[in-house]
């Protein structure tokens, strides 16, 4: 069965920490993203990846960064954690998409992060 | 820029009975998907449907059903013979196509309670 493997489930730290993300896919996909989950503001995208050293920013990527050194590990950095960070972030991947395929993205089950 | 709302934050529905969740959105674009992904407490997203918008014909997977208004830009989701399992939140999205990047842009969510 195919999997998005998110590393934690739930996340507490202190405003000022450096926080890393982990998400791991074993399907081979190209595509990963990271969304951020907000009650009344649905998904927003944050950053997303179509290759191994390459990413874009999609539309909400101030205080993040991300780092894909290889092709099943995307991570999400939040260098200086703050408070209005606190939100549930999940991961998705993806085949390369083109005219002719219509494949889904695939979701981890998110981490809920709170930051104090 | 492409926008997705949904204007019902909350809805609820007997079991056994018909909900219809809403959904318009804002696009230039003439081609394009649009999805429904219900997220239930596991956190897990699941996509339900998918609609072409070059496709006239309306998407149907078992109970669920769309009516897909291009011209109005409205794609709203019919849950037939509510179950249990259906109590989620659901969310509505849309892709440009062709993409090579498989970009959602989702609305703001709609939570459904299905009530014994």
């Known amino acids: 069965d195919v999997k998005v493997t998110q590393s934690s489930r739930y996340l507490v730290k202190r405003t000022g920490e450096k926080v890393f993300l982990e998400c791991v896919q074993d399907?081979?996909?190209?595509?990963m993203f990271w969304y951020r989950q907000d009650p009344g503001l649905g998904l927003r995208l944050i950053y997303f990846?179509?290759?191994?050293?390459?990413?874009e920013k999609g539309d909400i990527p101030e205080g993040y960064s991300v780092s894909r050194e290889k092709k099943e590990r995307f991570s999400l950095i939040l260098e200086s954690a703050s408070t209005n960070q606190t939100s549930m972030y999940l991961c998705?991947?993806?085949?390369?998409?083109?005219?002719?395929?219509?494949?889904?993205?695939?979701f981890g089950s998110g981490t809920q992060l709170s930051v104090l | 820029a492409q926008t997705v709302t949904q204007s019902q934050p909350e809805m609820s529905v007997q079991e056994a009975e018909t909900v219809t969740l809403s959904c318009t959105y804002d696009?230039?674009?003439?081609?394009?998907?649009l999805f429904w992904y219900k997220q239930p407490p596991s956190r897990q997203m699941i996509l339900v449907i998918r609609?072409?918008?070059?496709?006239?014909q309306n998407a149907t997977e078992n109970r669920f059903s769309v009516n897909f208004q291009k011209a109005a830009k409205s794609f709203s989701l019919k849950i037939s013979d509510s179950q249990l399992g259906d109590t989620a939140m659901y969310f509505c999205a849309f892709m440009k196509r062709p993409s090579n990047t498989g970009k959602l842009i989702f609305g703001q969510g709609t939570t459904l309670q299905v009530k014994p």
């Open positions: 990846s179509y290759d191994v050293k390459m990413k």
């Open positions: 998705a991947s993806s085949l390369f998409w083109t005219a002719r395929t219509n494949e889904k993205l695939f």
């Open positions: 609609q072409e918008a070059y496709k006239q």
């Open positions: 399907m081979d996909h190209e595509n």
């Open positions: 696009t230039s674009e003439n081609n394009y998907y």
